[in-house]
DNA sequence: ATCCTTTCTGTGAACGTTTTCAGAAAACGT
DNA sequence: ACGTTTTCTGAAAACGTTCACAGAAAGGAT
């Protein structure tokens, strides 16, 4: 590092420092047996002296790998698409692989992004897009390039890590007839999304099972995003016979649909019981603190990237669809219906 | 896209299929003048026919540059962070660079992050990390390499952008002085950080400038975290003569200040006003809605990219810093002091 | 000495591009 | 018909590596 300051110095400098030809230094980079000791010593030092750094695009170009695993993600405002990426990242760096992270405010540019992927900038893909994935799939498949969708369900469309949604809607539907509400209102997400249907037909399911209410009324379609859940929670407050308890979607959503119902001048538990969906940091901050379904992302992270090593491993390799499941946290925001006997939960 | 899927395709391939050299491929691909309308149109042809994406690796190996934006953080974490990313990736999309992102949980590993950027990964660094910078700026400096130290203040070892968090704290104490406060106590955040030094400075300065009781005692350290707001502000509150307001260097620790006052039986703001700093999403949805210094993170990300262009342009620019505004976010969390006539502030 | 291993080292090709250079083909003015 | 410019095209080198190959040096056995 002693030496004046080159822009670049390559393994041809350092085999000069060193006297001797590019082909030992490489070798003593890749710890390859046969060098000399002597030699070797010398060529270390030349290293570390000159400040070589590998030129990575030339050792992957050359090799065909790049060590790097690409994530593809639409954007990173929510709190939601961190913790996956928490879990990714986390998982990674156990290994000897780098992350790459894409984000894609544009759906329109997806697929060019993903071009990108397969054209050797990554050995690997991991796609965080709950959106229609045929765009992708053709390319992915046709190029036998290694990749998992995430938070996806699976299908013979390519391998995926997703949770359980329908199970979890009906989780919470079941949490809330144990209190006793048999009229529930139902703030859905986006219909485009897997995961929106998914919970919406848990939702059905359970209000079949338990055989509540079916009212078409008490289900309002929100988009995952804050001011739907406003509104939504709005007219369901509008309804002439309202619900006493409110399921939505998503956190976000249920955020929106407490700050309408105490806007009407209710009382969140007592007035109106309120569930979530994702258990994102916030619902344990607000107050009364969110009683949700909670997602296991972190851990969805971890396990796409374990899937996607193995298809790393071995392209050939048939889909594999993991599907983790949810579970229910219970906080404040939910209380017994008030005139009604507690009553035990019918099982679904 | 409709023949049979070779694993890889190659200029040459194409090259071949449309009869013609690969040189003139790749004229095609950049748009160069001087190929006849009708070649070009048959090489296009068999571009998509084939489903070729360019190779980035030896591209950039034979240019020089990789059309790549690094950037390196700690972690993901925390939602300050990603605020920043946001910005960064916002402006990085307005550009034909791609953002590449890499997270460091063991600051061990930092600098050889760095080296492999300067090893030609990236065109340009941007650096996210609080901490000591020391470590980086010989090799990139040395290398001239294109980089910027987000979230820094600024020092001859290299460019920065920052947040004014002196004048922040002051902003802070000013407002709780006019609401009457003459006892106020200050969490402060690690520090190891300039901003955490920032901040405390800047308290003790508004402090001098008011002529506020400045018993030592008022003063607890914190690290930023919640854990440390929280018992931080139980020894503020264990004090003979406790504060009437307290003003924690970030929100998560105003959070856990205010757990503690809660605990303590006391009312927000009634009891005990609060200010925090950063503005973070939570900020706004906690009870009582916390009042707090924004910090223009978004901003400071944009801003960072911008700079960095400027350096990837010409490296040999002189280190520039930038520091950008932070303002006061009135909310719910402060009261006026009970028993005491409201006073205007003394300028600071 | 001679021959075989074993250890060590250098030469040169290859990875997939871009770019320089030179030359062919077309277009144009005379 | 002929130069001259303009348009087009291909051959070959280069970017910084890894790796197969061949050959040199050293060490043992005969």
Redo the contacts between chains.
Sequence with gaps: ?NHS?P??VTIIDVAREAGVSYATVSRVLNDEPYVKPETRERVTAALHDL?Y??????R??RTGR?QMIGLLVR???T?YI?QI??GV??EI?ETDF??????T?HQAREPEYV??F????ADGLLLILPHNIDPYT??LN???YPHVFVDYKGSDKGPAVGADNYGGAILAIDYLVSLGHRRIGFITGALDLTSGVDRLNGYRQAVACHGLDDDPALVAEGDYHQPTGHAAAQALLALPNRPTAIFAANDAMA?GAMEAIREAGLRIPEDMSVVGFDDT??AA???PALTTIRQPLEDMGRQAVQMLLTYIEDPERPFEYRELATDLVVRDSCAPLRNAPRQATANS
């Design positions: 590092m300051a822009t670049k400040g750094v590998a030129n990575r695009q030339a992957s170009l790049s954007d990173l405002g709190g961190g990426i928490s990242d986390a760096a780098e992350m790459l992270l894409f984000t405010h071009a990108n397969v054209g050797g900038m053709g390319l046709q190029r036998r955020f940091p916030q901050g607000v107050s």
